[in-house]
């Protein structure tokens, strides 16, 4: 074999990635359960685990919670960017102190190391996706 051989096989070798998982499907009515909502009981929600049903390895959460009529998920510190992205209803979220409303196709993007929350305002409930990186 020649250097150059040597080298390109090397390489390959080093750079082969290794075959990913199939994809994983997850109907949102198969892991829906009603709960009082995260990080303070405020209230009740719907929350849809998706990622949680998703066979390892995984590297982010993805979730959907519905926080009905007066609920609130509680100012809590992040250790992770994290986004809150309104399906629809309207809410108010909190990050450090600054508060913003939230209506339909409004993301807030939020900071590691904030502390957060939003809660449901209005007269519908509020529909959200969550996602953040799992903790490595």
Same mark, same amino acid.
């Given at each position: 074999?020649?250097? +150059?051989s +040597? ?6 070798a080093? =750079? !082969?990635t $290794?075959?990913?998982? $199939?994809?994983?499907?997850i109907?949102? *009515?198969?892991?829906? #359960? ?5 990080h303070?009981?405020?209230?009740m929600? =719907?929350a849809y685990?998706?990622?949680? !049903?998703? $066979? *390892?390895?995984? #590297?982010?959460?993805? &979730?959907?919670?519905?926080?009905? %009529?007066?609920s ?10 994290? %986004? ?6 309207? /809410?108010? %979220?909190?990050?450090?102190? *600054?508060? &913003?409303a939230? @209506?339909? /196709?409004?993301?807030?993007y939020?900071?590691? /190391? ?5 809660? *449901?305002?209005? @007269?519908?409930?509020l !529909?959200?996706i969550?996602?953040y $990186?799992?903790?490595?």
């Open positions: 074999m020649t250097i +150059l +040597l080298f390109l096989a090397a390489t390959a080093t =750079t !082969a $290794p075959a990913a998982p $199939p994809m994983a499907v109907d949102e *009515q198969d892991v829906a #359960r009603e709960e009082p909502t995260p303070g009981k405020i209230g929600s =719907t685990r998706i990622s949680d !049903a998703v $066979p *390892q390895p995984r #590297r982010m959460e993805f &979730r959907k919670r519905i926080l009905h %009529v007066g609130a998920i509680g100012l809590h510190p992040i250790a992770h960017d994290e %986004v809150y992205y309104v399906l629809s209803g309207t /809410g108010e %979220v909190s990050s450090d102190g *600054q508060t &913003r939230l @209506t339909p /196709g409004m993301a807030a939020l900071y590691d /190391g904030a502390v957060v929350g939003i809660k *449901q305002t209005g @007269t519908e409930p !529909a959200l969550i996602s $990186p799992v903790k490595e």
